[in-house]
């Protein structure tokens, strides 16, 4: 038994004495072992930095687009601001229809027409009814789509102003559904095609219209004129060829209108990358100044003119200079833009003043010249100021593209216009005309608690 523990105590003491040896050889060694780190799994639900993009991407050109909706407000205050108080349930109605009649156009065959594959570059030919989108397709789709859509309604409610205060409803009703499913769109894509899924004629030859100085403002403004032609002036507006002026019955809800469509317009033009991206801080400046400029130059230039900085014209400058803006907000540096706006704010009141009292075209709220002809003189500029420098090319495919605007849309809408006159009638009777169209062609009146038709008393009699 002795011999036993001893044997045990010897056996302890010498795994103690190894032990201790090998202890001491790991704490001397140069390079202790690492002990592996255990690497976390990575949940199922990690989105990389693509992915985070593409998101932003989307909520930004939705964004935009509500904002660019949004503009409907603007347009309905501005028109029925600048135009009399019988009027404004017309006015409000026409606003909202053309958004609701031209976005079913423009889903059914506008989107196509614009944007669908081409293989002649005039106008797609795929797409309609947006049948490009499946289920589990591509949501890109739907929101280039929605974004499109919005600056569709924009150049269809353009026409409102123009032809405000003696056009039949439902004349407006059939022209905004044509004008969003056919003029607007044709156009579009010969300069925007490439957009989506299309290749326009115009921009391979390389236009410059980013957000649509020309593609929707002087689309909207041409078919204005040949409305406005079309129509003819409202009841006292020219009297022994002398022209009377028939102001409008609240500018403060103009002026309301105004700056809606200049909040729109950060929709409009910094929207128009449809990407959330670090260019859209200069579009947003070059928006700002262009607008301020605008204000400027029209408010001097009414000043000059009237001896009274006129309210109505400085409130059209801004419009002008925003859209003078529009096709080269991404290509011109803001020194530019504040040159550009001035000019379109000065060309808005020289324009007002040609078009009513040398044409003698009665335009109630200045439609043509703050989007036809500032449209045209922006798209110009888009060329004329262009950061990466100028050439003979640039400047001749700019104006390629204004004249090809002009000769496609004005005759046209002036066809359309004509044909509809001869069919279901465009202009009210001159009775309605005279008590106004919110009794007349709707029932109501905007104003149930005032006097607003005072003409209307004579025809009673």
């Not at 769109?185 to 100085?213: Q, R, V």
């Not at 990466?388 to 809408?413: D, H, N, R, S, Y």
Request: aromatic share 12%; net charge negative; glycine share 12%.
């Amino acid at each position: 038994m002795r011999r036993i523990v001893i044997s045990l105590i010897t056996i302890l003491m010498v795994f103690n004495l190894l032990g201790g040896v090998l202890h001491a050889e790991e704490s001397s060694s140069p390079n202790p072992p690492v002990a592996e780190e255990t690497v976390a799994p990575q949940p199922e639900n990690t989105i990389t930095a693509s992915q985070v993009q593409k998101h932003a991407d989307f909520v930004w050109t939705l964004v935009a687009a509500f904002m660019v909706f949004f503009m409907q407000a603007g347009f309905a205050m501005v028109e029925s601001g600048f135009t009399r108080a019988k009027n404004a349930v017309n006015i409000i109605m026409k606003n909202l229809m053309d958004m609701s009649m031209g976005a079913l156009a423009f889903w059914a065959i506008g989107f196509a027409l614009m944007f669908g594959a081409t293989k002649t570059g005039w106008f797609g030919t795929t797409g309609f009814f947006l049948s490009d989108f499946a289920k589990d397709g591509d949501p890109w789709t739907l929101a280039f789509w929605m974004f499109q859509v919005v600056f569709c309604a924009t150049a269809a409610t353009i026409v409102s102003g123009a032809m405000a205060e003696r056009t039949k409803f439902v004349a407006y009703l059939a022209y905004s559904v044509v004008i969003s499913g056919l003029i607007y769109p044709i156009f579009g894509s010969w300069a925007w095609g490439s957009l989506y899924k299309g290749s326009g004629w115009l921009e391979g030859l390389g236009f410059i219209d980013f957000a649509g100085s020309t593609v929707v403002h002087s689309v909207g403004g041409w078919a204005a004129l040949a409305g406005a032609i079309v129509l003819g002036p409202r009841i006292g507006k020219y009297v022994d060829g002398k022209v009377k002026a028939i102001p409008g019955h609240n500018i403060t809800l103009g002026a309301l209108g105004v700056f809606i469509l200049w909040f729109g317009w950060y929709g409009f033009n910094p929207g128009s990358t449809t990407a959330a991206n670090t260019d859209i801080a200069m579009i947003a400046v070059n928006t700002t100044l262009a607008a301020a400029a605008g204000a400027v130059g029209a408010m001097i230039m009414s000043w000059i003119m009237f001896r009274k900085p006129d309210a109505t014209m400085t409130l059209n400058g801004v419009l002008g200079g925003l859209v003078g803006i529009t096709a080269g907000c991404a290509n011109v540096l803001p020194g530019s833009s504040v040159l550009i706006g001035l000019i379109a704010g000065i060309i808005v009141v020289l324009s007002v003043v040609f078009i009513d009292q040398v044409l003698k075209i009665d335009d109630p709220v200045g439609a043509v010249s703050v989007h036809g002809v500032c449209g045209a003189w922006g798209t110009l500029a888009a060329g004329l100021f262009n950061a990466e420098g100028v050439t003979l090319k640039i400047i001749g495919v700019q104006l390629l593209g204004i004249a090809a605007c002009f000769i496609w849309v004005f005759p046209t809408a002036f066809i359309l216009f004509k044909l509809i006159k001869a069919t279901i009638g465009l202009r009210i009777s001159r009775e309605e005309e005279l008590e106004g169209l919110d009794v007349g062609e709707h029932g109501i009146e905007a104003y149930p608690d005032f006097q607003i038709h005072p003409e209307a008393k004579s025809v009673r009699a």
